[in-house]
């Protein structure tokens, strides 16, 4: 099954109980005394989903590690890259 076609399921068995209770087809004392917060529940999944989404970035930002070691690494492949192409003919405009 590919992520694709998990995400559609996922998708169905939301929406056919919603679709059924939102156009009447199910009726029972607890969707005619809640039918507001019924018709009202995606655009609160979706509040959801930005707020977990948002908070999951900026968690993600904030405990983002650094890495000295490889930055000074990398810096050093720099330098060397750039000794190379000078080598080779290769003119910098810094």
């Not at 959801?48 to 999951?56: D, E, H, K």
């Amino acid at each position: 099954m590919t992520n694709l076609q998990r995400w559609l399921f996922y998708a169905t068995l939301f929406a056919v109980p919603y679709l059924s209770i939102v156009l009447g087809t199910v009726q029972t004392s607890f969707t005619t005394k809640y039918l507001l917060h019924i018709q009202l529940l995606p655009l609160v999944l979706l509040v959801l989903f930005g707020i977990y989404s948002a908070w999951i970035v900026l968690y993600r930002t904030f405990t983002f590690n650094d890495c000295p070691l490889a930055a000074k690494e990398l810096q050093l492949e720099i330098l060397e890259a750039r000794k190379d192409l000078i080598a080779k003919g290769f003119k910098f405009r810094d």
